[in-house]
């Protein structure tokens, strides 16, 4: 177990909080099996084959090219489990991060910088992984770095404040991390992440007014290195600034009450 060291006033405490556990939770994993997070991006390749391998059989009329799909579908399934897997962890561990918050001089946005910490290290590994096997199938490589590297971040302080909404919420209602499970899997299905936009015809609308789509499309247009569309930074930052601020709010507003929460 990696030992934090104690904490100091201001914001530190919450960054060396979050530094080092989730630095423990990698280590820990590979502890365990030897594999640790990678098993994250095995399993993510196992069902991005799968899942191209059936939707792509099954679509193959109304699919441009099959060879095209699978890198959209593979490319939104990264962009997908970094969303998801902050939300999904946030909402699964507040409870147990309560008892730190009642005893320690530590904020709830400690728990959330934790969980944002430990999914980009998992993005980052996938990213390389899916780089090197690009360059090894293909002999290319399309990622564009730099409108990668503002599309993470967009995406990322998009998830924080979803992250911390979400922990706010599961604080005080006790089994609200079962519907917040059961919503991110819907949005899941409803996201064009297996299917293509234009296979709404007409209705394409409803992926512009889609959050979760315009958060997606920052990071897999530029790993299919395709220029994002001035769509997405607008919705991304329009939804940071609505959505970001309102939360800071909530947050400022309830903080001293989360201890008396059980």
């Given at each position: 177990?990696?030992?934090?060291?104690?904490?100091?006033?201001?914001?530190?405490?919450?960054?060396?909080?979050?530094?080092f556990t989730a630095g423990g939770d990698i280590a820990a994993s590979f502890r365990r099996t030897g594999l640790g997070t990678l098993w994250v991006s095995l399993g993510l390749a196992l069902a991005t084959a799968a899942?191209?391998?059936?939707?792509?059989?099954?679509?193959?009329?109304?699919?441009?090219d099959y060879t095209i799909y699978v890198p959209y579908l593979a490319a939104g399934m990264i962009a997908w489990t970094l969303l998801a897997g902050i939300l999904h962890q946030t909402a699964s561990q507040t409870w147990q991060f309560m008892a730190q918050l009642r005893h320690a001089s530590l904020p709830l946005a400690a728990n959330v910088l934790r969980?944002?910490?430990?999914?980009?290290?998992?993005?980052?590994?996938?990213?390389?992984?899916?780089?090197?096997?690009?360059?090894?199938?293909?002999?290319?490589?399309?990622?564009?770095?730099?409108?990668?590297?503002?599309?993470?971040l967009l995406l990322t302080a998009n998830a924080a404040?979803?992250?911390?909404?979400?922990?706010?919420?599961?604080?005080?209602?006790?089994?609200?991390?079962?519907?917040?499970a059961w919503v991110?899997?819907?949005?899941?299905?409803?996201?064009?992440?297996?299917?293509?936009?234009?296979?709404?015809?007409r209705f394409e609308w409803l992926a512009d007014i889609n959050p979760f789509h315009q958060l997606v499309e920052l990071v897999r247009r530029p790993l299919l290195g395709e220029t994002v569309p001035q769509q997405a930074w607008l919705g991304g930052l329009l939804l940071l600034g609505l959505g970001g601020g309102g939360?800071?709010?909530l947050y400022r507003r309830l903080r001293w009450r989360l201890p008396y929460w059980t």
């Open positions: 177990m990696i030992r934090i060291p104690a904490a100091s006033p201001g914001l530190l405490a919450p960054l060396r909080f979050a530094v899942m191209g391998l059936l939707f792509g059989t099954v679509l193959r009329q109304q699919l441009p969980q944002v910490l430990r999914q980009l290290l998992i993005l980052a590994q996938n990213i390389l992984i899916a780089v090197l096997a690009q360059a090894a199938l293909l002999g290319t490589v399309t990622l564009a770095p730099l409108p990668l590297l503002g599309g993470v404040w979803m992250a911390l909404l979400i922990g706010l919420l599961c604080a005080r209602f006790r089994d609200l991390p079962q519907l917040v991110v899997h819907l949005a899941f299905f409803l996201t064009p992440i297996l299917w293509p936009v234009f296979f709404l015809g939360t800071i709010l």
